[in-house]
């Protein structure tokens, strides 16, 4: 039974906005309906099938197979006049449906006699169009063609209803990933600000010992600040390279560093956590910083190299220069010195391995950690 046509569903407003939330009008052919309809065609026995999407002006054919036309205008539709019957909806001769008789597609030679198609419709309710079969003769459909019919219109509602919560996944995706930029941005602003607060605060203060604290703070806050600034750049959100990340730390340090001394860096590129990243650079800050200050007589030639690389399932960072060494009986693992002290807590929340080698000349620290995150050229 079609229902009393007292209005025209196609007109909708909201069907038309339950329509369009799916973006489907107007796209290529895919497989995944072209496979739908030629599997509707085979089992019904019909030389037609259409995923037909009813618009208020046209209807469009996601899918087809025996028409060769993508779309129609809507006053020649058959499909529309089933948008308000959930289910199939089953005419076996449309010569004898007084809607369609006179419809061009039905009184032309070999025009089309047959017609059963199943409602697309809505979580809300909406019918959207038809997967129908068609015939050039009048016939019906079997109960179980009727049932598989059934079926495969569930199954093209179902990668409808996919592909528009998988939209909606990752725009909310660049939503977020979006503000974490944002949030990464502000925090590396504000970083900044703690500096600015610090250098005034450096002009105000006149003893020397006071002064270096305050300089090596502000140098430890610009090493974060660093990673954050990485991480509103890149488009990997939440990881850092670290190739990148360590050369902005170290090119922080070597502007404050005498012109004399040569960095030599050798970096293997991974992306690794902000876990991992932040205690690396200041572990990084806290050895350059000491080979600077201690390791060759001011001013001076010298040499400090950095490298990062992997070693079995581990990364391997070290960090050595050429001069004088540790002073003899200096043992690093008992200094009471914050450096060291601060070393020591950084290893830790790397859950690293760390040594000092006292090379004669210079040190080398070695410190091994695992970067649960994958290399990347
Ligand atoms: N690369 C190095 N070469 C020679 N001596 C070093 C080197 N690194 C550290 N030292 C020695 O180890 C001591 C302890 O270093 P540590 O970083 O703990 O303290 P600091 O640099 O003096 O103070 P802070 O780091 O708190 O500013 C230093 O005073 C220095 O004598
Ligand atoms: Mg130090």
């Not at 995923?51 to 996601?62: A, C, G």
């Not at 001394?261 to 293997?268: P, R, Y």
């Not at 007589?297 to 992997?310: D, E, H, R």
């Not at 000349?361 to 649960?372: M, N, Q, R, Y």
Request: charged fraction near 20%; proline fraction near 4%; include cysteine.
């Amino acid at each position: 039974m079609l229902m009393p046509n007292h209005y025209d569903p196609a007109d909708s407003v909201e069907r038309l906005a339950a329509l369009r939330s799916y973006e489907i009008l107007d796209t290529p052919r895919e497989s995944e309906f072209d496979e739908l309809v030629e599997l509707a065609a085979e089992i019904c026995e019909a030389p037609i099938s259409v995923v037909n999407l009813i618009e208020d002006h046209r209807q469009w054919f996601k899918a087809e197979v025996g028409l060769g036309i993508r779309e129609t205008p809507l006053d020649i539709s058959i499909c529309r006049h089933v948008l308000l019957q959930p289910g199939i909806t089953m005419i076996s001769d449309l010569r004898d449906d007084p809607r369609m008789c006179a419809n061009p597609l039905v009184t032309a030679d070999e025009g089309l006699r047959f017609y059963a198609g199943c409602l697309l419709e809505t979580p809300d309710g909406h019918g959207i169009g038809t997967l129908c079969v068609l015939d050039r003769s009048p016939r019906l459909l079997t109960l179980r063609q009727q049932s598989a019919l059934k079926t495969l219109a569930h199954q093209v509602m179902a990668q409808l209803e996919l592909r528009r919560s998988l939209r909606q996944k990752t725009l909310l995706l660049e939503q977020k990933e979006m503000l974490l930029k944002e949030v990464n941005h502000r925090t590396k602003n504000n970083l900044q600000l703690i500096v600015g607060l610090i250098q005034l605060q450096l002009r105000q203060v006149h003893d020397k010992e006071a002064q270096t604290a305050l300089m090596d703070t502000s140098r430890r806050i610009m090493s974060i600040a660093a990673v954050h600034e990485r991480l509103y750049q890149t488009d990997e959100v939440g990881t850092v390279n670290v190739a990148t990340y360590l050369s902005q730390v170290v090119a922080g340090i070597r502007a404050t560093a005498s012109h004399e001394i040569t960095f030599e860096l050798d970096i293997t590129p991974a992306r690794l956590s902000l876990d991992t990243a932040i205690p690396l650079a200041l572990l990084v800050n806290e050895l350059v910083t000491n080979a600077l200050k201690y390791a060759y007589a001011s001013p001076s030639f010298g040499q400090v190299s950095i490298t990062v690389k992997p070693e079995n399932e581990l990364m391997v960072l070290t960090v050595a220069d050429k001069g004088k060494g540790f002073s003899s009986g200096f043992n690093p693992r008992k200094s009471k010195s914050l450096g060291m002290k601060i070393i020591a807590s950084l290893c830790r929340q790397l859950n690293a391995d760390f040594v000092f080698v006292n090379n004669q000349p210079g040190v080398i620290c070695i410190t091994k950690f695992s970067a649960a995150t994958h290399l990347s050229h």
